[in-house]
């Protein structure tokens, strides 16, 4: 499979899309960590007020998505994941970036996410300017009852 940075295309999505964010995250989310939503809460949350779901397409695949919820002049990456096979080639990057981009033209001034400790997506995220503003103990819960701390991370737009 090749894929280039050239060709990855972001769009809007949906709730007619929850089939294809159901299947990204349960190839992306490892269920020892307890990261993934189910897909009752992916629908929930894409009804609500300010939440926006963007899509990555790479070959004509959904390569990977990322959920976003603003609240006045805040917002808050809900969910962001990509699929292994399509790992490395800049599309967690481009979808960081959209979601900035989007954030902003909806009046956001700062972004928030949290993130497993230990996860590598912490390097992204610090090259997108994001800094650790706080951390969650035992927060996320994997399959077998282990815990694993929250870093919560934020930055300015």
Request: contains cysteine; charged residues 20%; aromatic residues 8%.
């Amino acid at each position: 499979m090749s894929t280039s940075l050239r060709m990855v295309e972001l769009a809007p999505g949906g709730a007619t899309d929850i089939a294809a964010i159901d299947a990204v995250m349960s190839e992306a989310f490892d269920p020892r960590f307890g990261e993934a939503w189910t897909r009752s809460q992916c629908l929930g949350i894409l009804g609500m007020p300010g939440v926006w779901l963007t899509l990555a397409r790479a070959g004509g695949e959904v390569a990977g998505f990322a959920l976003t919820r603003a609240i006045l002049d805040e917002a808050e990456l809900l969910l962001i994941a990509v699929r292994p096979a399509f790992r490395r080639r800049g599309i967690g990057a481009a979808l960081l970036r959209g979601v900035i981009a989007d954030a902003r033209g909806r009046g956001v001034t700062r972004l928030h996410l949290e993130v497993r400790a230990g996860n590598e997506a912490v390097a992204l995220y610090g090259a997108h300017g994001f800094v650790k503003v706080g951390e969650r103990r035992d927060y996320y819960r994997g399959r077998t009852g282990q815990s694993f701390d929250a870093h919560s991370y934020a930055v300015a737009l």
